[in-house]
Nanobody, 127 residues
Framework: EVQLVQSGGGWVQTGGSLRLSCTAS????????IGWFRQAPGKEREGVSC?????????YYGDSVKGRFTISSDNAKNIVYLQMNNLSPEDTAVYYC???????????????????WGKGTLVTVSS
C-alpha cells in the first residue's frame, strides 16, 4: 500500500505564499501522476493541480489557481511540491495530495478516481 505523506500548509495573510509537499512511500512516479485537491468548508472537493508521471511530465492547473500555483517534483526523493503564491481567502481549504495514473483535467475533476490519498493539510489565508 502506497502512502502519501503531506507537509507544509498553515496560516498566511492575503498575498502571501506557502509550499506544500507530498512524499510517496514508494517510487511511484513512473506509474502515477501526483497532484492536489482541496476542500473548503461546505464545498465539494476540487482538483487543483497535477503533474503527470515521468514518461510525460505535463501539468494541469485548475482555473482558479493558474498563474499563482506551481507544481513540481523531485523524482529522486519521491516528493511533489505545490508552491502557492499570491494567496487569497478563497484559497482557504484542506489540501489533499492524491495519486492516479493519469493527469488530465477530466480525471482531476473526479476525486472518486484517485487511487491514493494523503491525510490532508489545512491552509488558512486571512484577509
Amino acid at each position: 500500500e502506497v502512502q502519501l505523506v503531506q507537509s507544509g500548509g498553515g496560516w498566511v495573510q492575503t498575498g502571501g505564499s506557502l509550499r506544500l509537499s507530498c512524499t510517496a512511500s514508494a517510487p511511484i512516479f513512473d506509474e502515477y501522476a501526483i497532484g492536489w485537491f482541496r476542500q473548503a468548508p461546505g464545498k465539494e472537493r476540487e482538483g487543483v493541480s497535477c503533474i503527470a508521471k515521468n514518461s510525460d511530465g505535463s501539468t494541469y492547473y485548475g482555473d482558479s489557481v493558474k498563474g499563482r500555483f506551481t507544481i513540481s517534483s523531485d523524482n529522486a526523493k519521491n516528493i511533489v511540491y505545490l508552491q502557492m503564491n499570491n494567496l487569497s481567502p478563497e484559497d482557504t481549504a484542506v489540501y489533499y495530495c492524491a495519486a492516479d495514473p493519469i493527469c488530465t483535467p477530466v480525471i482531476w475533476h473526479d476525486y472518486h478516481a484517485m487511487d491514493y490519498w494523503g491525510k490532508g493539510t489545512l491552509v488558512t489565508v486571512s484577509s
